[in-house]
DNA sequence: ACCTGAACACCGTTCAAGT
DNA sequence: ACCTGAACACCGTTCAAGT
């Protein structure tokens, strides 16, 4: 990175690939402006707070979400979004920290919305997706410590079983309700 | 609080009354010693890091979860829980910060199992609440600031529907799997 | 057994001033 | 428009030493 000039944008895309290096706890300002080679304080011409830039860089998380066609079923999406937030290291928790605020984090919401009919169960189903995810990432960092209590624990395995099985509920009540309308 | 000695009881017990009444963010030792009127450093004889003790916080967090009577639906024990971690202020965001770590928290899970058959729904469940907690509590704290988007947000009126749309999700689907064997 | 005192290596944020 | 320099008020943690 040169010395140079900087803007949201590009300070932003450094923020996530620092983010995805070292994780949530150990990206600090301070860290991120040695990384830009700037002073801490320079950051702060660009956002008002680390929570703003929090938010602008759960905005890219999301960013990565698929476009649903309307008329697929709520299951790949579901896998959609889960990727997304798994895509980047404490990519649930920025996500999760910001989301609410509002600043971005509608575009999952539409995305399931456009596929279920209940804009209070895709909410729902967002939410697992969001605490499920979260708990994933901290369970890996968890791991790399090798902080466990218990031995020999099989890592992904029966942490997608979970998964699937929240997928199955909400599609299962979308399709009681379909029946019943 | 007198100047005398203390132990992990007393200690953990005014770390959830602070906790209580400051909130995550200011919830640091430095604080807590204060408040025991005790140097930062004692707190270490105690607890080997502040991980440790907000682990013990959690498991008093999830104490309040009353015992399921075998038999009963899954609706009131989800709502047992749920009440649980927003009991204290940010209670859902210790417990998920602690959860991976499995120190306490299977006695959540353990109660969702009694009542659900299939174990990976009950994590699902339980991941479910989890999420859902920690964002209303968030949203409590960003409305607390005044920092909200947009306009006229009602607090707590839509999103009691949300959780209750995803309890339903998981009723109905342990009452079609019910049906099914 | 429980705590003090002092230090180490950090934080986020503000604000006058520079170019 | 974008950044520096310096300061303010904090952090978690370690470790010798005290009682």
Redesign the pocket.
């Known amino acids: 990175m040169a010395?140079?000039?900087?803007?949201r944008d590009s300070?932003t895309t450094l923020a996530l690939a620092l983010l995805d290096r070292v994780g949530l706890p150990?990206?600090?300002?301070?860290?991120?402006?040695?990384e830009?080679?700037?002073?801490?304080?320079?950051?702060?011409?660009?956002?008002?707070?680390?929570?703003?830039?929090l938010a602008a860089v759960a905005d890219r998380i999301l960013s990565r979400i698929p476009e649903p066609d309307p008329g697929t079923d709520v299951a790949p999406i579901a896998v959609g979004i889960r990727d997304a937030l798994l895509a980047y290291r404490d990519g649930a928790e920025v996500v999760m920290s910001t989301y609410a605020l509002r600043l971005g984090a509608r575009r999952a919401q539409d995305a399931l919305q456009t596929v279920i009919g209940d804009d209070a169960s895709a909410d729902a189903l967002f939410e697992f997706i969001l605490g499920h995810s979260t708990l994933v990432q901290q369970r890996m960092h968890a791991q790399s410590i090798g902080a466990t209590t218990d031995a020999a624990d099989d890592p992904t395995a029966e942490l997608d079983a979970v998964f699937r099985a929240g997928i199955r509920a909400f599609t299962t009540l979308s399709s009681v309700t379909d029946q019943r309308s």
Not at 40 to 50: N, V
Request: proline share 6%; net charge neutral; no cysteine.
């Open positions: 010395p140079g000039r900087h803007d300070v150990d990206l600090s300002m301070r860290r991120l402006a040695a830009l080679e700037v002073q801490p304080s320079a950051l702060y011409w660009h956002f008002a707070s680390k929570q703003e830039l």
